[in-house]
């Protein structure tokens, strides 16, 4: 079959450059997937942040001239920190998800693609191809489920029965006709623990996301977090992974593969008042290079006052009342002014009272109100 030794020889080069597990898939419509993804925005499920329009995500050939393959790529990134530091009273940190931690997983997983268009290139002429990370209009998913990299799960992630669901995917579309490799089959069976465990419903049903619902979508947003997910994050401050640590795939699963991905426990569970007080140019510094960082440090600040009010953690009243009175950004304001009252503290609700008086934005003082609320 043409081709074939050329399939060999980059499944071997892959290995060499460190891609954990790749395949080949054809780059035919996917008509399942656009029906699929009509439904999503009809029902108004979608998260917005997809890029294209439904017919670009769903038909390579809009994408690329000519295409006629793509072949997809995973790798795995660790779940534990080594020594990490603690979070306690009076000194209280953030989480940011594992899937953030390390150098950006675009930048990696790009160059890992960038060398193996590299190598193909020197093989044959006439080589062209399109590659994307995340945020290109293919859905990785789904090409990785036709190319065999694993099955979709309940949860709606992609699952390698050798490397669980903690990888990052990527693709080429290429001109190329490679032989496809084989669709998995599914592994969920009769298990449901990750649509019973996520905490807002927003698994609706088995393999169908609510992205509105889903606190990872919800941790990325700039507006204010809806009142009833407030309590439900944690120390999170940026994505949330329920719906992956209790999936048995992923039981006992920490691969350190890639030096890349390793986390700095510092970056990763940050102080969160330090985090307040960061100003733009040390949040590019120092958390630029994470993927977590892609929506500015605006709704990361949001989350770590919620954390701050989860933890009901009163040290930090100072600099809430200080972003409160000061900040200019309302969320931030309203936010603020909100987890000082859940925090409870009698000198929080007086320091309210004052900035209630001298708040000029609607929503901010409806947030204030909320927070005198907690006053028993
Ligand atoms: Fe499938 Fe169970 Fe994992 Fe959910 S938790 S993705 S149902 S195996």
């Known amino acids: 079959m043409a081709y074939e030794k050329l399939k060999e020889e980059i499944i071997l080069y892959s290995k ?18 656009k029906a699929r993804l009509e439904e999503q925005q009809e029902l108004g499920y979608a998260s917005g942040f997809e890029k294209g329009t439904i017919e670009e995500r769903t038909e390579p050939t809009r994408l690329m001239k000519g295409a006629e393959s793509i072949i997809a790529i995973a790798l795995a990134y660790p779940t534990r ?21 390390g150098t950006d997983y675009h930048i990696v997983l790009e160059e890992k693609l960038t060398k193996l268009a590299d190598f193909i290139n020197q093989k044959i002429d006439g080589f062209a191809y399109r590659s994307m990370v995340d945020t290109g209009e ?53 298990c449901t623990k990750c649509l019973d465990a996520c905490p807002t419903g927003a698994l609706v049903e088995p393999g169908r996301l609510n992205a509105q619902q889903c606190l990872a979508f919800l941790t990325q947003t700039k507006g204010f977090m809806p009142d009833e997910h407030r309590d439900k994050l944690g120390n999170l401050i940026y994505g949330f992974e329920t719906c992956q640590v209790v999936c048995p795939y992923n039981k006992g699963v920490d691969l350190h593969y890639h030096k890349e991905f390793e986390p700095d426990p510092d970056l990763v569970k940050p102080r969160l008042v330090d985090l307040l007080k960061i100003t733009n140019r040390e949040f590019k510094e120092k958390f630029g290079k994470m993927s977590g960082s892609w929506r500015g440090k605006k709704p990361l600040q949001r989350n770590a006052i919620l954390a701050l009010a989860h933890y009901k953690e009163t040290s930090a009243l100072g600099e809430l009342i200080r972003l409160m009175e000061e900040d200019p950004r309302p969320v931030i304001r309203g936010t603020a002014a909100w987890a000082i009252g859940k925090i409870g503290i009698e000198e929080g609700f007086e320091k309210i009272k004052e900035a209630m008086v001298k708040e000029n934005d609607k929503e901010v003082i409806e947030e204030m109100k909320k927070g005198l609320a907690f006053q028993k």
């Open 138 to 190: 293919l859905s990785d998913r789904a090409v990785a489920e036709r190319a065999g990299i694993g099955f979709s799960g309940k949860n709606t992630l992609m699952i390698s029965p050798e490397l669980g669901s903690y990888i990052y995917l990527g693709e080429m579309i290429t001109n190329i006709p490679f032989q496809p490799d084989l669709p998995l089959d599914d592994g969920c069976g009769d």
């Open 81 to 101: 920190i080594k020594n990490g530091p603690k979070s306690v009273k009076g000194d209280r940190r953030g989480m940011f998800c594992r899937a953030s931690w």
């Open 16 to 33: 060499e450059i460190g891609i954990d597990k790749i395949g080949f898939a054809s780059a035919a419509p996917f008509s399942q997937l």
